[in-house]
């Protein structure tokens, strides 16, 4: 078992679980041998959305979900508020390699999982802030309008045009007064969320169907010798038809999985509330989910109540895929987002913040999430969301529940449905490899913004990045 932390503990996590509309209070751990139907390691989206359809399914099913803290503590409880319709490959990558019927199909049912998302916080009375305001995609200065008409271009090649538009800087700067904006791309579909009113609410509606959850319950080992089982130190959770290992950016902790993804962190402040003025100021009526083209990726969330959330990959990779605690390690990575969002909207200088948290994220060697189940072995994953797991793990919990059941859903021809995970290399490679690319992309986004050469080195790090 982890160390033991209280309820104060886990709302220090995050705002998200700060905020929670939910009793926080720890669920009991496992306690003894156990067997169920179906038990599943990881008590975050993945693994609850792989319970809610089971049950929706088959209500007869018993189901039980392992955490090693309490429900939405990993990346659910602590990520930008994003439910994307962005898929983990983007579409310019994921057209070239399984072509532009696969691409649209992937990219397609993306966009249903966020409108099934939205559905469901209504049919089961979760208050989990859902606003349908679309991405809005902008282009902080010229040199970054060429990735939004190359975005834009293949989403019509795709017959998505329709709901996508290029905004001139005008049209733009309408929307969201964001200081350098060039340029936009709106993208109608996609919602903004709560994200720990939403993953508690999920799991209140796990149990609502009959599934159990354990929680501060740290699983030591899965083992499918003779019958799937999660191994803990105060009991063993047995497994008759299917285990689903649902860890996502902690798979590295696991033996059998230290090379399934990357974990890599991600790092938020948060704004006190702003007053209506600055909102005047500001515009973003549309509460749109907003980012720019950096190569070190932002990500702004206007919240229910009135803050801007500011998002960055920020903390380097560490060596050997550990996850310590990014929110404590990391502080000075802090001051620089800070400074970032105030040249984005230099009013925000008079309001101040409030939160500063961080997390991580699943990377796989190929971008590409996994879902699969072996039959033989009993053994389900899905993992792999580049930081665009709220609507993702939706999407495959739904397919690999379908595919533990046998009932179909549609989603097994999409490219996530697959048998192997590409393994990132061992270390040192895996560590000089991330680094280097971090590094080459800081320094390549340093020269944009100052209007200088890039790096000599720009098209390497760019190609390992795509690797």
């Known amino acids: 078992m982890s160390d033991v932390r209280g309820v104060d503990a886990y709302r220090q996590t995050s705002f998200w679980l700060e905020t929670a509309a939910d009793d926080l209070t720890p669920r009991p751990s496992v306690s003894g041998d156990v ?18 359809h089971l049950l ?7 189901v039980a979900i392992v955490e090693r803290e309490i429900a939405g503590y990993g990346a659910s409880g602590r990520n930008g508020g994003w439910c994307s319709p962005r ?21 397609l049912a ?64 309408t929307r969201v007064a964001a200081k350098g904006i060039v340029g936009a791309l709106r993208t109608e579909a996609g919602a903004s969320v709560h994200p720990g009113n939403l993953v508690r609410g999920l799991a209140r509606a796990v149990e609502r169907l009959g599934g159990t959850i354990y929680e501060q319950t740290a699983v030591e080992g899965v083992e499918s010798a003779q019958s799937p089982r999660l191994v803990t130190a105060t009991g063993t959770v047995h497994a008759r038809k299917a285990l689903v290992v649902a860890a996502e950016a902690y798979l590295p902790g696991l033996p059998s ?47 229910a109540d009135g ?4 998002g960055s990959r920020g903390a380097l990779y560490t060596y050997g895929s550990t996850t310590p605690d990014v929110t404590q390690q990391s502080a000075r990575f802090y001051g620089w987002m800070r400074d970032s969002l105030c040249a984005w909207f230099p009013a925000v200088t008079r ?53 533990i059941t046998g009932r179909e859903t549609g989603l097994e021809g999409l490219p996530l449905h697959r048998t192997r995970t590409r393994r990132w290399e061992p ?41």
């Not at 929706?56 to 018993?62: A, E, K, Q, V, W």
């Not at 974990?263 to 100021?281: F, K, R, Y």
């Not at 803050?307 to 500011?310: P, V």
């Not at 990377?363 to 609507?391: C, E, K, N």
């Open 56 to 62: 929706r399914d088959d209500p007869s099913l018993d």
């Open 257 to 303: 999985f230290r090379r399934h993804v990357l974990p890599m962190s991600s790092m938020i402040v948060l704004t006190n509330p702003l007053p209506a003025d600055v909102w005047a100021e500001i515009g973003w009526a549309g509460h749109e989910s907003l980012s720019s083209q950096s190569h070190l990726k932002n990500y702004l969330t206007r919240t």
């Open 110 to 173: 993306l966009q249903a999982s966020v409108e099934e998302i939205g559905a469901f916080t209504a049919r089961e009375g979760v208050d989990a802030h859902y606003v349908a305001g679309g991405l809005l995609s902008v282009a902080i200065g010229e040199h970054q309008l060429p990735a939004l008409r190359s975005t834009f271009d293949i989403y019509e090649r795709l017959g998505l045009g329709e709901g996508n538009r290029l905004l001139d800087a005008c049209e733009a700067r």
């Open 427 to 467: 270390e040192p490679l895996r560590w000089l490899g991330v680094r280097y690319v971090q590094s080459a992309f800081g320094r390549i986004d340093r020269a944009e913004q100052e209007g200088r050469r890039a790096p000599w080195d720009a098209g390497l790090a760019t190609y390992l990045g795509e690797q």
């Open 351 to 403: 309001v101040g913040f409030s939160h500063q948290w961080g997390g991580y994220l699943g990377v796989p060697r190929d971008w590409m999430p996994t879902v699969s189940f072996d039959p033989t072995a009993r053994i389900g994953q899905l993992h792999g969301y580049t930081g665009r797991g709220v609507s993702t793990s939706h999407l495959s919990g739904k397919l690999l529940a379908g595919l």
């Open 307 to 310: 803050r801007i959330l500011y």
């Open 87 to 107: 898929f983990p490959v983007d579409p310019g990558p994921l057209t070239r390699t399984f072509g532009v019927e696969q691409a649209r199909r992937t990219i």
């Open 35 to 52: 067997t169920v139907d179906v038990a599943i390691l990881g008590g975050g989206f993945s693994g609850l959305w792989t319970a809610y």
